[in-house]
């Protein structure tokens, strides 16, 4: 905290050390351009485009290693215990506790993971936003409405309450009259509703101190119309902040689904999932750790990797912050 | 200071009353069993489960239903019965608390003084490689499961299935009345492995904001004033930046006194976490009801209390 690293600063900007003609840039220009200084953000988020082209080609990846599909059970691959087999050769992850290929089933866990953290998150976001914006620009009885469902959603437990609604939606027809069937769409739901309360509390935070900004004033003035100003004023100084959200809520969103599963109200059996491959080592993870250890480190990498990128996004967007 | 007070006390009272409506609705209308089969036992006539139904006012109409557990709280402080254990809901659930406070408290002390310490330390030794070193290996803590941080801790340490069989593994539970050492034991791999994530976020939280403060011009005249470099970081700097430090810490603490899931699963304690997963995995209506509250109160109780210490940390608070 000396007066070293104020001078670093200071000959480490761009009008000391690199000097370069001056260019008008938007706010949301300045913010790509610092993203993509950023080495370790950047790497990350290739190794994110390469988890996603694995979930995508998940058939072609398991037939390039050579392992088995993800449901086939072999019996022939568990010892004279009945205990499963460890990584060889053919089975370079070792096998589970019925036979199936533990390379496999974390490669196609990969989509479960993806498709429902990714999905969850669109879905939070886009109701957080439009719930955030809504209480931050009318106030009033809007503003309580969702402040209060916020407190109300905030106090529930998440874990029962996405416990609950789980189990109650993975039966039958589903529930909220058939539009969450059972499987995937319960998962994303459950995770999507004890998730928006989030985004919207920040958004509203932003819009009520943009709303009193003069360029909100001067558009008013001119006679734009409230859809005008919130859409057209307001929402363009919130992509950034909702960009660095959504990314950071993504592995969160990540270990919900995987806990989830872990404690059996994720995806319904026999499609893979992550949470669900720790839990049933968990009877046999003294002898068979690797069921324990590959799709632990699965989710490790996969967090990290969208962490490292929300890291990165949060710095661009703020870069006094970070340094 | 007063009428806040009240105000919050009826706020939170509200609250609870919302949440347990919710709780309702949700367990209610989407049950997968019938609770007054599971009342029964297996092996009950349709008459008997009629009985049942009718004893615990099941034949009635949503509303009403409401109405008799909220009388029955006010008037006789009586949470229910559990089906599933026949057993009065808050009995079961006092039964089960300390397991979760030892497992809550232990951690949070830990989490807390590792969190602050390597958060202080990575501020003021910015970009030094044991900066760079704990802040990595805080994102790894954030991104890595609980459930499975704790499997791989059982796996080394574990006094039955370990590598190095030295703490108390799954199952090793002892209360602490009965046996203060073999608790001590119990709770260590628990406590370190909860720690973890939190200590992680806690040290990002804090080296963030502090290094924000220490660009202050307060601190500058701190240090203008001849004032040694510690008494500026730790009066100056860690006084202003410690507050989203208590908020996170109150929610989080309230949110694992209601139960720590994950960690009492896998560790196999008997706590309110485990007592919930199982009161939902058999429907167990009345005792879904009771830890949901008992949760929903820690948080908003913790809430409350982050409130009041704010005004103490930062003088320009004040409530109205």
């Known amino acids: 905290m000396s007066t070293g690293t104020l001078l670093e600063e200071a000959f480490d900007s761009d009008a000391m050390g690199r000097p370069e003609v001056v260019a008008a840039r938007t706010p949301s220009q300045r913010f790509w351009?610092?993203?993509?200084?950023?080495?370790?953000?950047?790497?990350?988020?290739?190794?994110?485009?390469?988890?996603?082209?694995?979930?995508?080609?998940?058939?072609?990846?398991?037939?390039?290693?050579?392992?088995?599909?993800?449901?086939?059970?072999?019996?022939?691959?568990?010892?004279?215990?009945?205990?499963?087999?460890?990584?060889?050769?053919?089975?370079?992850?070792?096998?589970?506790?019925?036979?199936?290929?533990?390379?496999?089933?974390?490669?196609?866990?990969?989509?479960?993971?993806?498709?429902?953290?990714?999905?969850?998150?669109?879905i939070a976001t886009f109701v957080g936003v439009i719930l955030g914006m809504a209480a931050g620009f009318f106030g009033g009885w809007v503003?309580?409405?969702?402040?209060?469902?916020?407190?109300?959603?905030?106090?529930?437990?998440?874990?029962?309450?996405?416990?609950?609604?789980?189990?109650?939606?993975?039966?039958?027809?589903?529930?909220?009259?058939?539009?969450?069937?059972?499987?995937?769409?319960?998962?994303?739901?459950?995770i999507a509703l004890v998730s928006w309360t989030y985004p919207a509390r920040l958004i509203r935070g932003q819009v009520l101190s943009l709303k009193q900004k003069e360029f909100v004033d001067a558009s008013r003035s001119l006679g734009a119309s409230n859809t005008r100003i919130i859409f057209r004023e307001i929402l363009p100084n919130l992509v950034v902040p909702i960009i660095v959200y959504a990314s950071l809520m993504i592995p969160t969103n990540i270990l919900l689904e995987a806990a989830l599963s872990f404690l059996g109200a994720g995806v319904p059996a026999p499609t893979a999932s992550w949470g669900a491959m720790i839990s049933d080592a968990t009877s046999i993870f003294e002898t068979a750790w690797w069921y324990m250890l590959f799709p632990g480190v699965a989710i490790v990498l996969t967090a990290l990797a969208f962490n490292l990128v929300g890291d990165g996004l949060t710095d661009a967007m703020n870069p006094r912050a970070s340094d | 200071m007063t009428r806040y007070i009240i105000r919050r006390i009826l706020w939170t009272l509200i609250l609870m009353v919302a949440v347990s409506v919710m709780t309702f609705v949700i367990f209610y209308v989407l049950p997968s069993a019938d609770p007054a089969q599971l009342r029964a036992g297996r092996h009950a006539s349709p008459q008997q489960i009629e009985e049942i139904r009718h004893k615990y006012h099941l034949d009635r109409p949503l509303l009403d239903q409401l109405w008799f557990y909220f009388q029955g709280i006010?008037?006789?402080?009586?949470?229910?019965?559990?089906?599933?254990?026949?057993?009065?809901?808050?009995?079961?659930?006092?039964?089960?608390?300390?397991?979760?406070?030892?497992?809550?408290?232990?951690?949070?002390?830990?989490?807390?003084?590792?969190?602050?310490?390597?958060?202080?330390?990575?501020?003021?030794?910015?970009?030094?490689?044991?900066?760079?070193?704990?802040?990595?290996?805080?994102?790894?803590?954030?991104?890595?499961?609980?459930?499975?941080?704790?499997?791989?801790?059982?796996?080394?340490?574990?006094?039955?299935?370990?590598?190095?069989?030295?703490?108390?593994?799954?199952?090793?539970y002892r209360p602490i009345t009965v046996d203060p050492l073999g608790w001590l034991n119990s709770m260590i791999l628990p406590w370190i492995v909860l720690a973890i994530a939190f200590a992680a976020f806690y040290s990002r939280l804090l080296r963030g904001t502090l290094i924000e403060v220490m660009g202050e011009d307060y601190i500058r005249t701190a240090r203008a004033k001849g004032l040694p470099e510690r008494t500026v970081v730790m009066h100056h700097g860690v006084r202003a930046a410690i507050t989203p430090i208590v908020t996170a810490f109150g929610l989080d603490l309230g949110a694992l006194l209601g139960g720590a899931v994950l960690v009492e699963i896998v560790f196999n304690i008997p706590g309110i976490g485990r007592l919930a997963y199982d009161a939902i995995l058999h429907s167990d209506l009345f005792l879904i009801q009771g830890t949901v509250l008992l949760a929903a109160f820690f948080v908003i109780v913790a809430n409350l209390v982050v409130d009041v210490v704010y005004a103490y940390l930062d003088p320009r608070v004040r409530y109205e």
């Open chain 2, 74 to 172: 006010v008037t006789r402080g009586d949470f229910g019965i559990s089906y599933v254990n026949d057993q009065p809901v808050a009995k079961l659930v006092f039964s089960r608390l300390p397991a979760t406070i030892s497992v809550a408290i232990g951690a949070a002390v830990l989490w807390l003084v590792s969190g602050i310490a390597i958060g202080i330390i990575s501020a003021v030794r910015r970009h030094s490689r044991l900066d760079r070193t704990t802040m990595s290996l805080a994102l790894v803590g954030i991104s890595a499961p609980v459930y499975w941080l704790g499997l791989v801790a059982l796996y080394l340490f574990a006094n039955d299935i370990g590598l190095i069989p030295i703490l108390g593994g799954s199952g090793s």
């Open chain 1, 33 to 122: 351009r610092r993203f993509r200084q950023d080495r370790v953000a950047l790497a990350s988020l290739g190794f994110i485009v390469f988890l996603i082209l694995v979930a995508v080609f998940a058939p072609v990846v398991v037939a390039i290693a050579g392992t088995p599909g993800p449901n086939t059970i072999d019996s022939n691959l568990l010892n004279s215990f009945g205990m499963p087999t460890g990584p060889s050769l053919e089975h370079p992850f070792g096998v589970d506790g019925l036979g199936r290929d533990v390379l496999s089933r974390t490669v196609y866990g990969a989509r479960t993971s993806l498709e429902i953290s990714i999905l969850a998150t669109l």
């Open chain 1, 143 to 190: 503003d309580t409405i969702v402040s209060r469902s916020v407190d109300v959603m905030l106090a529930f437990p998440v874990f029962l309450l996405a416990l609950g609604l789980a189990s109650g939606c993975s039966l039958g027809n589903g529930c909220a009259g058939g539009l969450i069937q059972p499987g995937i769409s319960t998962v994303v739901a459950v």
